[in-house]
């Protein structure tokens, strides 16, 4: 090969994949240097998924409310969870505002409670999502809602159908009976009143009530819901609630 000293060009000598390769090793510390390992993390096993998003809820045959709901029902989906086993919960927000939901009853850190004043972050809206891990407890029927402030918007959250029944059921014997019923209690299409308009007198501004025109057992009026159905000698287990407002 000819000489090229004193040209500006770096002469460029052929190497076999062997040399390349024992050159490599030889510095492998500084390859190491350079490119440093990422550690992957693992995302956490989710147990449920409920992503919150409208819905049309069919009261009676002539009567359908629009409101938000979770996994497309109202109540939500029954979350049966055990005595002292850690749970994940992925919460998706498809719906135009930030939500929240709020594990009512439950002994759990203030982030991951579900409530805005105890710390806990909020769902972003457009996808958003929040995994909140938890060791249930104590044992009983619970609830699950959104703790969103509805302020004034009477379609919002405590005023839609975002609930639903959390159950943590006991390590040991919780009791035998042959049939669980649940039945959630909820009104609907409020409007605001005057309480002036409803008890006349003093003082003169009696304040704003919030009045509703349709009420429901789960998501039916009463009569065109199914009937419990029971056999004579069965043992049935009751667990029924109404909705709280804020």
């Not at 045959?61 to 005595?83: C, F, H, S, W």
């Not at 992925?90 to 850190?109: C, E, K, M, S």
């Not at 809602?145 to 004034?152: F, K, L, M, P, V």
């Amino acid at each position: 090969m000819p000489s090229h000293a004193g040209s500006p060009f770096a002469v460029i000598h052929s190497v076999s994949r062997r040399q390349f390769l024992a050159s490599a090793g030889a510095g492998g510390l500084s390859l190491t240097r350079a490119f440093p390992v990422v550690a992957q993390t693992a995302p956490p096993q989710v147990d449920y998924t409920i992503r919150i998003a409208p819905v049309s809820v069919e009261l009676a045959p002539d009567k359908a409310i629009k409101t938000y709901g979770y996994n497309g029902m109202v109540p939500g989906p029954v979350l049966r969870l055990q005595e002292g086993r850690q749970i994940s919960i992925n919460i998706v927000n498809d719906t135009d505002i930030d939500d929240i939901i709020h594990w009512h009853g439950l002994f759990v850190p203030s982030e991951m409670d579900g409530a805005m004043e105890e710390g806990s972050p909020m769902i972003p809206a457009h996808g958003g999502s929040k995994v909140y891990t938890f060791t249930p407890k104590p044992t009983g029927t619970r609830w699950y809602h959104s703790h969103d402030i509805a302020a004034t918007d009477l379609t919002r959250s405590t005023y839609a159908g975002l609930y639903g029944f959390l159950i943590v059921e006991p390590t040991i014997d919780r009791g035998h009976y042959d049939k669980e019923v649940l039945l959630a209690a909820h009104h609907w299409e409020g409007r605001w009143v005057s309480m002036q308009d409803i008890r006349k007198g003093p003082p003169p501004d009696n304040g704003l009530e919030v009045m509703y025109a349709a009420a429901s057992f789960n998501d039916k009026t009463l009569g065109h819901g199914e009937p419990v159905r029971v056999r004579e000698g069965e043992r049935v287990l009751f667990s029924a609630a109404e909705r709280e407002r804020d």
